[in-house]
C-alpha cells in the first residue's frame, strides 16, 4: 500500500501529530532564552568532513552553460552556523533538513532534521544544562514519563549520568583506551588491538586504531549507554576531537560528548575549536583518511577557514537528531514512522 493512502498513513498519523508539537515546543523553548532561529543553505562548497559520511553532490549552473561547479549538499549545517557566530549572532538555533548518502535503517534515513544550536561564551558542559531541559521539555510534550524503545527504557526525568570515554572503556570492555595512546595525536595501533583481543574484538589486518575504537565502541560500549537513564558519554580521545578543542586541565582529551538515551544516540557536541591552523591541519588529515579508504575526498571550505582567522569567539555548539529525539517522544519504533513523506525510492 502506497505511503500516502489514508490507511497507511493513519497508523503514522499519531506519531507525525507529536513531531509537529514537539518542533514547535522546541522553538518556543529556544526564544525563551535568548536564541534567534536562522536558515542557511543545503548547498555548500563543502558538505562537513567527517571522513566516513558519503555526501550528495550535484553541479550548480549559472546563466553560461559552461559556468559550473560542483557543491554538496551539508551533512550538517555546523559551518555557516559558526560564520554566523563570526558575524556578530552570539545564540542561534536551527532546525534544518540534512543529506547523508549510503544511510538507511531504522534509525537513518538519506534525508533528515538536525537540530544544531550554538553558544557564544559558553562551555560545553552548558550545553549538557541545555540536553537536560529541553530533552525533558520535549518528554513532556510527547506525555511521556519515560522513553521506551526496543525493549530498552530511560527515564529523562531522573538524574542523567556522565561518564568519560576511558572510563566506559574501563567499565565495560576492561580496556585502559587513553594507555593505547602515549601520543595523544598519534594513538598506537598494535596497543589497542591486544587489548581488543582480549575483550573478545578480534582485529582484522589493516585495521586502524580508530576502526578497532568504533568497533568496540558498537559492540561492547553503547549497548550500555542511556540504558535506565540518559547518558552523556564526554571526553574523548583527542585523535578523535573533530572539531572541538582540547581539554585545558588533560590535553590528551577533547571537549565533545555525544548524548544516548535507551542506547540511541542522540546528539554530539564540541567546545568549539577556534585556531584555524589546527583546524586545517585535522581536516587535511582526515580527507587524507577518507581518501585511503573511499578513494574520494571533499573540498576545505576556505571561507569557514578564513571565519576562524577573522576571530570566532570562544564558544560551543551541539547536533541533536531531531528525528530520534521524536521516536522517543512519540514510542515511535522507526525513523520511518516519524518522516512526513519518505525520499523517494524509500518507501515502506
Known amino acids: 500500500m502506497e505511503w500516502w493512502h489514508p490507511d497507511s498513513f493513519a497508523r503514522r498519523r499519531p506519531f507525525l501529530e507529536g513531531r509537529a508539537r514537539v518542533a514547535s515546543r522546541i522553538r518556543a523553548w529556544f526564544e525563551e532564552r535568548g536564541f534567534i532561529e536562522v536558515e542557511t543553505p543545503a548547498l555548500q562548497v563543502s558538505p ?28 550538517s549545517p555546523e559551518f555557516a552556523m ?47 544544562d541545555d540536553c537536560v531541559d529541553l530533552v525533558r521539555t520535549a518528554a513532556r510534550v510527547g506525555g511521556r514519563e519515560t522513553f521506551e524503545w526496543r525493549r530498552r527504557s530511560c527515564d529523562p526525568f531522573g538524574p542523567w549520568e556522565v561518564l568519560s570515554v576511558a572510563d566506559a ?31 573478545g574484538i578480534t582485529p582484522h589486518d589493516g585495521d586502524t586504531w580508530e576502526d578497532l575504537f568504533f568497533r568496540i565502541s558498537l559492540d561492547l560500549i553503547e549497548p550500555h549507554l542511556g540504558m535506565d537513564r540518559p547518558t552523556f558519554l564526554t571526553d574523548y580521545p583527542v585523535s578523535m576531537a573533530a572539531l572541538s578543542r582540547p581539554k585545558p586541565e588533560d ?41 585511503r579508504i573511499y578513494g574520494d575526498r571533499y573540498p576545505i571550505d576556505p571561507d569557514f577557514l578564513a571565519a ?34 519518505p525520499v523517494a525510492g524509500f518507501e515502506r
Open 169 to 199: 572503556f574501563d567499565r565495560h570492555a576492561g580496556i585502559d583506551l587513553l594507555a593505547t595512546a602515549p601520543d595523544p595525536n598519534a594513538p598506537d595501533t598494535a596497543l589497542l588491538a591486544r587489548a581488543a583481543d582480549r575483550a
Open 48 to 75: 562537513g568532513l567527517e571522513p566516513h559520511l558519503i555526501a550528495f553532490a550535484t553541479d550548480l549552473v549559472g546563466p553560461n552553460p559552461d559556468d559550473r561547479r560542483t557543491l554538496y549538499l551539508h551533512t
Open 308 to 341: 576562524l582567522e577573522f576571530g570566532m569567539p570562544e564558544s560551543s555548539g551541539i547536533a541533536l537528531g531531531f528525528d530520534r529525539l521524536t521516536m522517543l517522544c512519540t514510542g515511535a519504533a522507526e525513523i520511518a514512522d516519524v518522516l512526513w513523506a
Open 82 to 128: 559558526k560564520k554566523l557566530l563570526v558575524a556578530g549572532v552570539p545564540k542561534l538555533f536551527q532546525l534544518a533538513k540534512v543529506y547523508r548518502n549510503g544511510e538507511r535503517s531504522g534509525t537513518h534515513s538519506p534525508e533528515f532534521t538536525m537540530l544544531e544550536w550554538y553558544r557564544a561564551g559558553a562551555g560545553y558542559r552548558d550545553l549538557m
Open 251 to 291: 590535553p590528551r582529551v577533547a571537549e565533545r560528548f555525544e548524548l544516548y538515551a535507551c542506547g540511541l544516540e542522540l546528539a554530539n557536541a564540541f567546545g568549539e575549536l577556534t585556531d584555524a591552523a589546527v583546524q586545517r591541519a585535522r581536516f587535511e588529515a582526515d580527507m587524507d583518511l577518507k581518501e
